[in-house]
Structures are given as C-alpha cells and as structure tokens.
C-alpha cells in the first residue's frame, strides 16, 4: 500500500489549490479515504473523509471551500481548496485504514497574505 501526494504549493490569500493522493496496492473505493494537515504543531488535524460509499464529511473550518473526491479510474483521491488563507499553510497528508494506517508523504501549502 502507498500514497503518493502532490499538488501543494505556495498560493495567495483566496487562491486555489488541488491537491491528488495517488493509490497503490489497493483500490481507494473500497476504503474510507482522509485528508489531513499538519500547521506549526505536531497535531495532525483532520479535514476530510470519503466515505466508501461516496458521502463525505468535512471539519467546519474547511466546510464550503474544500472538496474532497476521487477518480476511480486513476486510482486518485483530490482535495480541491478555495478561498484560501494564511491560516490554511500546513503540510497536507492523505490517509487511509487498511489492516493498518498509511499515510502519505505530505505536501506543503503556503498561503500567502
């Protein structure tokens, strides 16, 4: 099982990012998919769930201007974020439960005032 993050990068406050985590070794659909990030503490906090049967769940803090999806067909989950701001600077991991946790390498966005 891997997952192979991209997609950060540094934006301006209000711009927009889309960030990919791409499966291997298992098919993401079978399997709640998470997004999370890490700022200037060692708490990783959770943003974004999607659910094996489609739904998804989002922390308030992102609700309404992050979406998290997957493409079936690339094996990849997304998260889309708009509306960024500085207070959005983190690493981003993406995560999934197998028989055990796997994370991601992380990817870094820095959002700029």
């Known amino acids: 099982v891997q997952l192979q993050a991209s997609g950060g990068g540094q934006v301006q406050a209000g711009g927009s990012l889309r960030l990919s985590c791409a499966a291997s070794?298992?098919?993401?659909?079978?399997?709640?998919m998470y997004w999370y990030r890490q700022g200037t503490g060692n708490q990783r906090d959770l943003l974004a769930r999607?659910?094996?049967?489609?739904?998804?769940w989002y922390v308030s803090s992102v609700k309404g201007r992050f979406t998290i999806s997957g493409d079936s067909a690339k094996n990849t989950v997304y998260l889309q974020m708009n509306s960024l701001t500085p207070e959005d600077t983190a690493v981003y991991y993406c995560?999934?439960?197998?028989?055990?946790?796997?994370w991601g390498q992380g990817t870094l966005v820095t959002v700029s005032s």
């Open positions: 999607l659910s094996r049967d489609g739904s998804t």
């Open positions: 070794g298992f098919i993401f659909s079978d399997y709640n």
């Open positions: 995560n999934v439960w197998t028989n055990k946790d796997y």
